[in-house]
């Protein structure tokens, strides 16, 4: 980081109402080279409670901005405006992945693991969204299980995946099939090698969506038959 002096102006434009000193990087964000930056405006908010700074990189061009907290410790006839904390500018787009109720339900973790894994493929972080994904389904296919047989859960929660898949789901050829091939191209998707060369994220998001479209579908046949019972 490196201090630096910058005039502030009013959210309306016009002169500068206050002098400060910041600090901002002394870092390009797209090469990464060290550099003092040009300062080229800073404004406060309508408020006077935030300030923006826009910046540019002297070497690429590269415009980028800071926001700070503005603090003012004077009184009513009088100004003494510091320097707060910078505030944070990553604002991650809302990704509608549209998790059923019911699978939020079986597994929470789920829920957050698969969300923060679409939330990297919208940033086009591709290496590491099937990462996500394959603990995603873990989480996912462990909590459906344990739901499923509540005595055998401590087995269930240490056991390997695939063990998991082939003992608490073989009355269930479909969701056993759905979540061993989604289990196979989530592994490929953490290793070196992969094993089915044919298949991509697409193809993984698209198993785990008709596992969770089955196991939705089921605990809805659940629901009914509940509901049926208590009606007699």
Do not use: W
Not at 112 to 132: P, R, T, W
Not at 134 to 143: G, M, P, T
Not at 148 to 168: G, H, P
């Amino acid at each position: 980081m490196v201090k630096r002096r910058i005039n502030l102006h009013p959210f309306e434009g016009g002169s500068t109402f206050t002098t400060l000193d910041i600090d901002i990087p002394d870092l390009c964000l797209r090469n990464g080279e060290h550099m003092t930056p040009d300062v080229l405006y800073g404004a406060a908010d309508r408020d006077k409670q935030n300030f923006s700074v826009l910046l540019r990189c002297v070497d690429c061009g590269l415009f980028f901005n800071r926001q700070y907290k503005l603090i003012n410790r004077g009184d009513g006839n009088f100004t003494n405006y510091r320097v707060g904390t910078e505030i944070d500018l990553l604002i991650a787009p809302k990704i509608a992945t549209n998790v059923p109720d019911s699978i939020k339900k079986i597994s929470s973790d789920f829920d957050k693991i698969y969300n923060q894994a679409m939330q990297a493929e919208s940033y086009q972080l591709d290496q590491i969204v099937g990462i996500g994904l394959r603990k995603a389904l873990e989480f996912l296919v462990k909590d459906y299980a344990v739901k499923q047989n509540t005595a055998k859960a401590d087995k269930i929660k240490s056991d390997t995946l695939q063990n998991v898949i082939n003992d608490s789901f073989k009355d269930d050829p479909r969701i056993q099939s759905l979540a061993t091939g989604a289990a196979y191209l989530g592994n490929d998707e953490t290793h070196y090698v992969k094993r089915y060369e044919t298949k991509d994220l697409k193809d993984l998001k698209r198993f785990i969506n008709s596992f969770i479209s089955i196991i939705d579908m089921n605990e809805t046949i659940d629901e009914t038959l509940r509901m049926r019972a208590e009606g007699k």
